[in-house]
Structures are given as structure tokens and as C-alpha cells.
């Protein structure tokens, strides 16, 4: 079992010089503490993510860490030019001495995609014929394409990732199809469903797996959740009780401004509606390891990705949760998982 962050990045109180600083202490942290690795959100004209140039904010989490691995969780591919993307994820897999993560996706929010002039209804496609120039460019040394939307003539490739053939891939997954086909390409992938639902995911990804691979040992399988630890469940609770409040304001901002719901349903308002197999864990070191114990044992992961910062948390409020999960938590966690 190895244990891995996400982060929204979402929006605090915090002056945004203050909030980009303090968030970076925190990556400090996390690389102190032993983390496999960091994966960031993108988002756009919204409070839920202020990493919207996932490379820019990346760039500055390579040169504060030393042994964590990062990436975003997703690029959202359908807003980029496939040549500008293939050389910032050279240059950061560069720069971090081979640490970066190559995480994909559309992008979950068509008002996001709209902002940009991009059509919602064009982002599968877009995400499919970027994925071509994508690998094709960074497994090679020029690019040659024809696509509906991007043409390309022996444009050269000046640049390369440090690992080889490419960095690894990272994906979200929902749906047992979506899983099985990860699966069969070997990518790594994260759930953030139930407990229940991942359980269905992971057999799925596992037979893909099979199928390609046979017996060999498969990649990273997720599990993501809310993560709050403190010296006693009432305190952990009352922290992640309120800084979720502040995150659900965010996630469905944008959805809010423009009178639509959100993509796939509204997210419970309350943090005590997401505990008991839910995509939140909160309460004392005890508690945790008993909560998240269960459910990776029941999702059938092999990673587990805590989302430790969130709303208003404050830095004192995040780096004590850190410590005591890292101190107490994840050791035991571990042992139950060899």
C-alpha cells in the first residue's frame, strides 16, 4: 500500500500570494512525510481550483521537494495545444529529475471547456487526437499528424522526458468500462466513488490488466478521500465540518452562476454525509485507521490518496493532520496492506 495526495487547490480566505505560499509548505510537508506522490486539479473561473496552469504551479512544487513524485489529476486536454503541452511536460520531467506524474482526462465541467470557446460537445474528440500527438511527441523525435483539428509536418522535438518511453499516465475513473480499458493500457488510475462502487472499478481494471498483462503485479489503483486527523474525533470532525462547507461554496460555483447542475449531481452539503463508506474520513488517528482500513480492504486498492487540504483549513489545522497521519496513521495502515 502506498499513499498519494489530491489536491483541488481550491480557494481559502487567504490573500492569493499568502494562499500560493502557504500551500507550498504543505507540498513541503507532504514530501517529508513519505508521500508516493501529488496530484493537482485543474479548474477554471472558479474558486475550486487556483492551479489553473497546472504546469506553472508545478513547476514551483518541483523546486520545493526532493523525493516527491507530482502531476496534475487531470490536464484537462481538450483546452491545450498539443505541441505547447508535449514540452511543458518534458521540462518538468526534466526539472524534477524524472518525478513527474502525466495525469489526462477531458475535463469534467463543459462550462469550464465554454470559457475557453472550446465546444463541450468536441471534447472527447479533441481528448483523442491530442492523445495521439501527445505520446507521438514524446516517444519520438518529430510529429507528424492529420487530424479534424490539428495538422502537423515533421515538427521537430527538441526536447524529451527524462523516463522512458514517456512519464507514467494517470487517469480518473467512474464507470467499470472506462476502468477495464485502463487496465488494459497499463495506466495508473484514481477513484473517487464509494467504497463499494471502487470495489467494482478495481475488478474490472484487474481483468484488463490480465488480459494484457497476465500475472505480472498491476500498477496504481486509487482510492481517494477527504482525510482529517486530529488529537480527538470531535476536533477532526469540527475542522472538516467546516472547511467543507467553504469547498462544496466552490465545487458548485461555477454550476451556480450559471443556473445548471453539475455534471454528475450536486455533492452532499454536509461533511458528516460523506463518512461511514463516503468520500470523507475524519476523527482521531484510531479512528482513521479503522475507517480507511475498511474501506481500501473493501475498494480492493492498492493506493490510497488523501485529500488533506480543503476550504478554510488553516496551515496549523493542515500540518497537524499531516504529521499525526504520516506519525500514526499511514504506518499502521501500511501493515495491514504488505
Known sequence: MEFGVFDHVDRSA???????????????????????????????ATPLGIAASPSVYLAAVAQRTRRLRFGPLVYTLPLYHPLRLIEE???????????????????????????????PDERQSRYEEIIQIMMQGLTGKTVDFEGRFYTFRGVPMELAPLQQPHPP????????????????????????????????LADRYRKGWREANGDEAPPRLGLGRFIV???????????????YRRWHESFHHLWHVHGVKPTRGERAPHFDEITNGGRGIAGSPESVIRALTAQLAEAGTNY????????????????TSIDLFVRQVMPVVRQSFP
Open 14 to 44: 487567504l490573500p492569493l500570494a499568502d494562499f500560493y505560499d502557504a500551500r507550498l509548505r504543505i507540498v513541503e510537508a507532504y514530501d517529508r512525510g513519505g508521500f508516493y506522490a501529488y496530484h493537482v486539479a485543474e479548474h477554471h
Open 89 to 119: 511536460i518534458c521540462m518538468l520531467d526534466q526539472m524534477s529529475g524524472g518525478r513527474f506524474q502525466l495525469g489526462i482526462g477531458r475535463g469534467i465541467s463543459p462550462l469550464e471547456t465554454k470559457c475557453f470557446g472550446v465546444d
Open 169 to 200: 499516465i494517470w487517469l480518473g475513473v467512474a464507470t467499470p468500462d472506462s476502468a477495464e480499458r485502463s487496465g488494459h493500457n497499463g495506466s495508473n488510475v484514481v477513484s473517487l466513488s464509494t467504497a463499494a462502487e471502487t470495489r467494482v
Open 229 to 243: 486527523v486530529a488529537e480527538s474525533d470531535e476536533a477532526a470532525l469540527a475542522i472538516a465540518r467546516r472547511a
Open 304 to 319: 490510497c490518496v488523501g485529500q488533506f487540504v480543503f476550504g478554510d483549513m488553516s496551515f496549523d489545522e493542515a500540518q
